[in-house]
């Protein structure tokens, strides 16, 4: 009796489907099954999480990057990878540059924001992420949660000269003004990948507890290089 009713209800779901446009379809879809899809998310990014942490304890990481909110769709990450492996002059076997170009941290979007918003927090705390790239307004927010060092002790004199028209000052727990991100809206590599929208504000920190921040200043460069 159990069986018959459910395969009832199925074919009347089915029914209601079919009567509906696609637009409508999809709209439908998600009023009734919004927190199975936001759990389903969920359960494959941490399936990706867990994969990307065991990864990387076989292998030596030596910078990994968070590209946010930029235009994961079409953005290609190897390529990206690739020229900055071959501007280091290579690497060893053993070794890697990860850069990831997946996280979308979308207000609009309660499903898949609330999925990456876990993600993110998690390579955060697991020590994974070394420098961040996002847009103005999210950067300042995750600042304002010290989630990144003070660019003056870490970068050399003739480096923070080097960017100092670039220099993104703000204001750290003392109340003190500091810089604590690059301007990287017209990096010619960013440009150049199409990595973020011609028509927004990008900024670039280090992550305050980062394991590879030796590494970074490198990558700055990198990011400026023609």
């Given at each position: 009796?159990?069986?018959?009713k459910?395969?009832?209800?199925?074919?009347?779901?089915?029914?209601?489907?079919?009567?509906?446009?696609?637009?409508?379809?999809?709209?439908?879809?998600?009023?009734?099954y919004?927190?199975?899809?936001?759990?389903?998310?969920?359960?494959i990014?941490?399936?990706?999480?867990?994969?990307?942490?065991?990864?990387?304890?076989?292998?030596?990481?030596?910078?990994?990057?968070?590209?946010?909110?930029?235009?994961?769709?079409?953005?290609?990450?190897?390529?990206?990878?690739?020229?900055?492996?071959?501007?280091?002059?290579?690497?060893?076997?053993?070794?890697?540059?990860?850069?990831?170009?997946?996280?979308?941290l979308?207000?609009?979007?309660?499903?898949?924001?609330?999925?990456?918003?876990?993600?993110?927090t998690?390579?955060i705390?697991?020590?994974?992420?070394?420098?961040?790239?996002?847009?103005?307004?999210?950067?300042?927010?995750?600042?304002?949660?010290?989630?990144?060092?003070?660019?003056?002790?870490?970068?050399?004199?003739?480096?923070?000269?080097?960017?100092?028209?670039?220099?993104?000052?703000?204001?750290?727990?003392?109340?003190?003004?500091a810089?604590?991100?690059?301007?990287?809206?017209?990096?010619?590599?960013?440009?150049?990948?199409?990595?973020?929208?011609?028509?927004?504000?990008?900024?670039?920190?280090?992550?305050?507890?980062?394991?590879?921040?030796?590494a970074t200043?490198?990558f700055?460069?990198?990011?400026?290089?023609?």
């Amino acid at each position: 009796m159990d069986d018959r009713k459910l395969k009832d209800r199925m074919r009347e779901e089915l029914r209601k489907l079919k009567a509906l446009s696609w637009k409508a379809r999809i709209a439908y879809v998600w009023d009734y099954y919004k927190l199975q899809m936001v759990i389903l998310v969920v359960i494959i990014l941490a399936v990706n999480l867990a994969f990307t942490i065991y990864h990387n304890l076989q292998i030596d990481t030596l910078l990994y990057v968070c590209m946010v909110n930029c235009n994961t769709y079409y953005v290609d990450s190897e390529a990206l990878t690739a020229d900055y492996t071959e501007y280091l002059g290579g690497i060893g076997d053993k070794e890697e540059i990860s850069i990831d170009t997946s996280i979308l941290l979308d207000e609009e979007d309660y499903s898949t924001s609330y999925a990456n918003q876990m993600k993110f927090t998690a390579v955060i705390s697991a020590q994974m992420a070394d420098v961040i790239l996002m847009d103005a307004e999210n950067f300042e927010e995750y600042a304002g949660w010290s989630y990144f060092m003070d660019l003056r002790d870490i970068f050399s004199e003739e480096q923070l000269e080097q960017w100092s028209d670039l220099l993104v000052y703000m204001e750290n727990e003392e109340g003190e003004s500091a810089p604590y991100a690059i301007d990287l809206a017209n990096a010619p590599k960013l440009l150049e990948y199409s990595v973020y929208p011609d028509d927004g504000t990008v900024y670039g920190g280090v992550v305050v507890n980062g394991v590879n921040i030796d590494a970074t200043a490198e990558f700055f460069d990198w990011l400026f290089s023609e």
